[in-house]
């Protein structure tokens, strides 16, 4: 994935919901996580969502690299956000299985995960996330995730215990 463009080498797939930019964009504002770290949405098309994430000293380990459960809650918000553009319209998301591959120590300046969906089907979508470190305008590759993302259909406004 390092070097390509935002489409290279990805799945062309098909909006089940003409408003799927609007209902995936309303799905990452309601996770207050997200915003809690600072993260943002820096590119989404069908079955694609890159986020970024600037460093923040207060979101690091012990030897002063980002916190392995941040990049690991990148990875896992891009592959969901990337499956959620493939949403039907009354239909909600939620993550159900996820193995992230730690490459190296997460050192940068800011960091991308490269959310990208392999397969999606009726009801379980697989997902995957490429994590780099940005440090000096160069990216180098920290991670990977493998996810897997379920459909609820009927649950689009799926909240908390609500669900």
């Not at 239909?91 to 997460?106: H, Q, R, T, W």
Request: hydrophobic share 40%.
């Amino acid at each position: 994935m390092r070097g390509e463009s935002p489409h290279e080498g990805v799945a062309r797939f098909t909006p089940r919901n003409p408003a799927w930019e609007k209902k995936s964009r309303e799905i990452f504002e309601r996770q207050s996580f997200m915003r809690m770290i600072g993260a943002r949405i820096a590119a989404l098309s069908p079955g694609v969502c890159d986020l970024e994430l600037p460093y923040r000293d207060d979101l690091c380990q012990q030897n002063v690299f980002l916190h392995g459960g941040v990049i690991t809650s990148i990875a896992d918000t891009s592959c969901g956000i990337a499956s959620s553009t493939l949403l039907s319209p009354d239909a909600g998301i939620l993550s159900v299985e996820f193995k992230y591959n730690m490459m190296a120590p997460a050192a940068g300046e800011r960091f991308i995960a490269r959310g990208r969906v392999i397969r999606s089907g009726r009801t379980l979508t697989i997902a995957e996330s490429a994590v780099f470190a940005v440090k000096d305008g160069v990216e180098s590759e920290i991670g990977r995730m493998l996810a897997t993302m379920m459909f609820l259909e009927g649950k689009a406004g799926m909240q908390g215990a609500a669900a």
